[in-house]
């Protein structure tokens, strides 16, 4: 496969602490688990599945701490990322601590550090020279100075007639945020990728509602919404309706870390491709089975 153009991301890049442990956490005293120390963060995941699935150029905007700058840079360049890092004067880089148990379900406990401490002054419109597209990571959305970032570029590239697309990213910190400013920030994005919990926080609709309810009624608002489901595939939804359920890819699921980011890579680089919203939403199915196959959220 071979992209047409380059696909710009804008997000985080973190440290990612994976910890998977067999059996239930024990309060106050110890339980055996297989830890390690691997590079994440939303944003560069997706790039790095991006890269892997087959478009031809990647760039990454995001922000990290000096003790870690170049390990992650590495480690994006391996991957086949052109990555472009500021470095944070004062914060260090952004960590997450994911406890994945039972069925590689995790949960994560977050430090955004210097993640999310992008801001306009990082900007430089160049960064869309030659893109097809532009990915926003939602983390960018949840504090005041990415949050300008991002519209900063969201409008740049509108400007370019060059696509964009937006990951709501944590169920958690959109409640947080408020569902209706999330949305307002994102007017003008072309596509909206939530998982489950995502779209129905967003849409406002009780769970009996459903996935499909909730794509279609937020696809209202933003014209291609891909909601992804786990084990269960993924849905598409245009203009009010869902026009396509996809399938998961089988998979044995070692750790589903980071399989929304993949989901998401492997979904634009097959955009990129001239491929429909249905065959991409299949692309990124494959994509994500690959990741939950194996520990940590990169290829």
Do not use: K
Request: aromatic share 4%; proline share 6%; net charge negative.
């Amino acid at each position: 496969m071979s992209g047409a153009g380059a696909l710009l991301v804008i997000g985080d890049v973190v440290t990612d602490v994976v910890a998977v442990h067999r059996r239930p956490l024990a309060p106050a005293t110890d339980t055996a688990a297989r830890i390690r120390t691997l590079p994440g963060g939303a944003g560069a995941n997706a790039a790095c599945w991006a890269a892997h699935t087959g478009a031809a150029e990647v760039r990454l905007l995001a922000r990290v701490g000096a003790e870690s700058a170049g390990w992650h840079e590495r480690a994006l360049l391996a991957a086949g990322v052109s990555p472009r890092l500021v470095v944070d004067p004062a914060e260090p880089t952004g960590t997450v601590v994911a406890l994945v148990g039972e069925g590689a379900e995790r949960t994560f406990l977050s430090d955004s550090g210097a993640s999310l401490r992008l801001s306009p002054a990082d900007w430089t419109p160049s960064l869309l020279d030659g893109a097809a597209r532009l990915h926003l990571s939602g983390y960018l959305f949840f504090a005041d100075s990415s949050r300008e970032l991002a519209l900063v570029a969201l409008r740049a590239a509108r400007a370019r007639g060059v696509p964009v697309s937006v990951d709501p990213a944590s169920a958690g910190f959109l409640a947080a945020l408020g569902p209706e400013r999330f949305l307002d920030a994102v007017a003008g994005s072309g596509v909206l990728l939530p998982n489950e919990d995502e779209a129905l926080l967003l849409a406002g609709l009780p769970g009996p509602a459903g996935a499909a309810g909730a794509a279609a009624e937020l696809s209202r608002r933003v014209p291609l919404v891909v909601v992804t489901l786990g084990a269960a595939g993924a849905l598409v939804a245009e203009d009010g309706r869902v026009t396509a359920e996809v399938p998961a890819h089988p998979a044995r699921a070692v750790d589903s870390t980071g399989a929304g980011d993949a989901f998401t890579g492997g979904f634009l680089a097959a955009l990129l491709t001239g491929a429909a919203p249905a065959e991409a939403a299949r692309t990124g199915c494959r994509t994500a089975a690959l990741a939950v196959a194996r520990l940590g959220g990169r290829p």
